[in-house]
């Protein structure tokens, strides 16, 4: 059995009632030690069972409050800043909701997978089962495909409270956007960012009274995530229209510039080339910095980046034309081939952005 003497348990609540005991037991009888607990403002009729836990273990329970609800982010945060400051032997933490649905034996698991590989842990559900609520089905499925399309990365869990972080990531960790649910999504995409390698351990799914008593506001808290998630996208939409926009104006540019010692084919191509060498660089640039935040270095990314910008404009034209010669148009069609042409050009756009975010900028992964 891993030695868990260093192991800090995380546990902010709101408003708690009977389960938070439930939790405590079952955490101290698979060998934990202590326990930073966190009240989130809750009610007073709700503080009494921060104090009788705090009472019957002194020795292992440490209490926080906020006099005002903060947020899960903002509780998860002064959880992890105490454990820096005041416990220096200590080796990690583990987060675990309030509401009994983390049975400790798969807490005991994920701190030993921590312990063992260094890599920072997430207890992962699995959604196919009968028993899952349908909104928490559907839900983590939509959040697992947006994660995969639009952040390139592959989590079966993507709102799993059961999540184990060796010490020397908790700073990392700390300096995270967010204070409420969002803060647990901007973990993952900082795994992304950062190149932060985790493992998943498999863990019991369990649904007390459907979920009733999740703090998760459905449309609200949703939005709050998802729009994290998508402004990957939203910022690649802006720098592609930056740099066609540039593209465009140094196009002209070098095409009055050059008017006078270039003539036709010569003159569009000059014009052209240059106008598409300053326009790609920004959008590199752009890309590395503002889009996907690259940690990755710039030599290596700038060579991805021009390998996969060759084969896209070759692409673009052969699907192109392949799509009208499969659909017999004509040349005269041309408002159809315009459209054909549209419709290829979003396709591979999509692409790009999948194929750069998964490999052009993709981060070296830390140690």
Not at 210 to 230: A, M, T
Not at 290 to 312: D, E, I
């Amino acid at each position: 059995m891993a030695d868990l003497s260093g192991i800090s348990v995380v546990l902010p609540s709101l408003d708690p009632d009977d389960k938070l005991i439930a939790v405590v037991d079952g955490l101290l009888q698979y060998g934990f030690t202590h326990i930073i607990l966190v009240n989130d403002g809750s009610l007073p009729k709700n503080l009494h069972y921060f104090y009788e836990l705090e009472q019957a273990h002194p020795q292992v329970i440490t209490l926080l409050h906020h006099e005002v609800n903060k947020g899960k982010g903002a509780a998860l945060k002064n959880a992890f800043r105490w454990f820096l400051e005041n416990r220096p032997e200590g080796t990690g933490v583990v987060t675990v909701d309030g509401d009994n649905q983390h049975h400790p034996e798969d807490t005991l698991r994920c701190c030993e997978n921590m312990l063992s590989t260094g890599h920072i842990t997430l207890g992962c559900r699995d959604f196919s089962l009968p028993e899952v609520p349908a909104r928490s089905r559907f839900g983590n499925r939509i959040t697992s495909a947006i994660f995969q399309i639009f952040v390139g990365l592959t989590v079966s869990d993507t709102q799993t409270g059961l999540r184990a972080f060796p010490r020397d990531m908790l700073e990392k960790m700390v300096n995270v956007y967010g204070d409420r649910f969002e803060y647990e999504t901007n973990m993952l995409l900082a795994f992304k960012e950062q190149g932060i390698p985790f493992d998943e351990v498999k863990i019991r799914t369990v649904y007390i009274e459907e979920n009733k008593s999740s703090h998760f506001r459905v449309i609200h808290d949703s939005w709050r995530i998802y729009k994290l998630i998508l402004a990957h996208f939203f910022r690649y939409t802006v720098s592609s229209l930056v740099s066609a926009v540039v593209d465009t104006g140094c196009y002209a540019l070098f095409g009055r510039l050059l008017r006078g010692a270039l003539q036709g084919l010569a003159l569009t191509a000059a014009a052209g080339i240059l106008a598409r060498v300053i326009s790609s660089l920004l959008n590199f640039f752009l890309n590395k910095t503002l889009v996907f935040r690259s940690s990755a270095t710039t030599g290596r990314s700038m060579l991805r980046y021009y390998l996969l910008a060759l084969p896209q404009m070759a692409a673009q034209v052969l699907l192109t034309q392949g799509m009208y010669s499969l659909l017999g148009i004509s040349d005269r069609a041309v408002g159809v081939r315009t459209v054909i042409y549209a419709v290829v050009m979003a396709a591979l756009y999509i692409v790009s952005f999948m194929i750069q975010q998964r490999w052009v900028f993709a981060p070296q992964k830390s140690e």
